[in-house]
């Protein structure tokens, strides 16, 4: 098969590779639309430590069953699916307490680093376990379903911020997580959803999606704004989605006395915390890694409209031409969200 290959950093080529070999409990899917996730990006250069070469990256996807595995259970060759990219055990103690993207050795498919690599879905086909499949609903595009992975990481993030009806939100940050963070927070009834970003095209979008304000934090005092729209109390809850010291700061300003911020940006390996603001004020931190049983509720909200994918997808490109679409991404080209790349289509 032909696969997006990582061979070095800031290195990738269409190379063949061998197809994948269908194990007992697991199918192959042939890759119909794969997402460029910001973190293969930052994989490219190396700069996370997660994607060390060789591998074929991508996590975020949707195709059809090609082959099925002897005790893969109900799935069928021809069936439409997606897949959740974190593997469990299944036996450890957070598995077994339900806390299954806490596995004591959970892998993530497309990561490469010291504890393991497993190949992802920048590829023909894939082999993955049976148990992390999911059928797609009627009518939901391939484009659409690819989606889900980045949508179940904010549902995820949300789901563990402690919310009440009418409460006011930011979320700083307003790439592809921020962005369905934004559709999530008001799906669960926000009163209002502020949006922070230095990229005004993004805060365009998220406007288009939902936030009532968007701040751009290169032009605006955001704390400021927050406070003087909340009658100078500050936000009841913060969704940081960079991960970085300047917005994970920046989101602990923008809180109210007792307010919460939920951390799921990790861009970068550490970031300073203004320990002072979190202590006088009594704010509550959660951290928040991808996701644990969204899956099912994020394609019924992709299949119900109730999240736009649309604004999001800026291009469906052959996976051939993946190294270009990458440069372009790593460059930040203006206009670029969210690029998908598919094995089945053709070049212009």
């Not at 949006?195 to 290169?218: F, H, I, M």
């Not at 917005?247 to 390996?269: E, Y």
Request: hydrophobic share 45%; net charge negative.
């Amino acid at each position: 098969m032909k696969a997006l290959v990582l061979v070095a950093y800031n290195r990738l080529e269409y190379l063949e590779v061998p197809d994948p070999a269908v194990g007992p409990e697991e199918v192959v899917i042939r890759v119909e639309a794969c997402g460029i996730c910001g973190s293969d990006v930052h994989g490219l250069d190396g700069s996370t430590g997660r994607r060390i070469p060789p591998v074929i990256m991508g996590h975020e996807a949707a195709g059809v069953v090609e082959e099925v595995g002897r005790d893969a259970g109900r799935w069928r060759a021809g069936d439409r699916v997606a897949f959740d990219p974190t593997i469990s055990c299944g036996a450890c103690h957070f598995c077994r307490q339900g806390l299954t993207n806490l596995c004591d050795t959970r892998r993530v498919l497309g990561v490469s680093c010291e504890e393991y690599r497993r190949d992802g879905a920048f590829a023909e086909f894939i082999a993955v376990p049976s148990q992390v499949v999911h059928a797609l609903p009627e009518g939901l595009s391939f484009a659409e379903a690819a989606l889900a992975e980045p949508l179940s990481v904010a549902v995820h993030a949300v789901n563990l911020t402690p919310l009440a009806r009418d409460d006011t939100a930011v979320v700083v940050g307003a790439g592809v997580i921020g962005l369905m963070a934004v559709q999530a927070l008001r799906g669960r009834g926000c009163g209002r959803v502020i949006a922070v970003d230095v990229d005004e095209d993004r805060l365009a979008l998220a406007r288009r999606v939902g936030a009532d304000v968007a701040l751009n934090s290169e032009t605006e005092q955001v704390a400021g704004v927050v406070c003087d729209v909340t009658e100078g109390r500050g936000a009841d809850v913060a969704i940081e989605a960079v991960g970085v010291s300047e917005t994970v700061g920046l989101a602990a300003r923008c809180l109210r006395k007792g307010g919460a911020l939920t951390l799921v940006g990790n861009v970068s390996p550490t970031a300073e915390l203004p320990l002072q603001t979190v202590v006088t004020r009594e704010l509550s931190l959660t951290g928040s890694y991808v996701s644990r049983g969204e899956w099912p509720a994020c394609l019924d909200m992709l299949a119900r409209g109730v999240v736009q994918t649309a604004p999001l997808i800026s291009a469906v490109v052959p996976l051939a031409e993946g190294a270009e679409w990458f440069r372009r991404l790593q460059s930040r080209e203006r206009g670029l969200v969210k690029v998908l790349l598919s094995p089945q289509a053709r070049g212009s």
